[in-house]
């Protein structure tokens, strides 16, 4: 099967539709776990443990240049002004913006685990007890099936 024709068939199926969807989602999801993070979470971080504020926390590499007037350990500032640093603050936000992320799928995928699995659970309940129920039986048709047997096995017309 040639590429263009696969693709094709690809996109019929309608799974580029939902990947899409959820990468939308996602996306906005992002926005949602990033204001979170940045708004609630690491100001109640920071609170707890004394007034931490990550998004300073940097390891200057490079030398300030000269004429610079603004604070040495403000990390946005000193990115403008052009010294090399590594802002591992940054880091430590975007890893607990993971983890956040990650619990809220895990939740997700357990509650949709948990609703398979007892709708399965139910199917088969149902599937037992109907395979299970004695059906009564008629009599006069009994009685017919086995006519209708010894016709076949004779070489009967039937």
Known sequence: MSLGKEFKKFVARGNVVDLAVG?????AFSGIVTQLTEA???PLIGWIFGDID????????GEIPEGYEGALDNYEQLKEAGVAMIGYGALITAV?????VAF????????????????QRKAAAT????????VPTNPELDVL????AELRKDGGAA
Not at 54 to 61: A, K, R
Not at 96 to 100: A, D, R, S
Not at 127 to 134: F, G, P, Q, V, Y
Request: net charge negative; hydrophobic share 55%; charged share 20%.
């Open 23 to 27: 990468v939308v989602i996602g996306a």
């Open 40 to 42: 609630i979470i690491m």
């Open 54 to 61: 990550f998004s300073n926390w940097f390891l200057q590499l």
């Open 96 to 100: 607990i913006n993971f983890f956040i």
């Open 104 to 119: 809220a799928l895990f939740m997700l995928v357990r509650s949709v685990n948990k609703i398979t699995e007892d709708m």
């Open 127 to 134: 599937e037992d007890s109907s395979t299970n129920a004695d």
């Open 145 to 148: 099936k086995k006519i209708l």
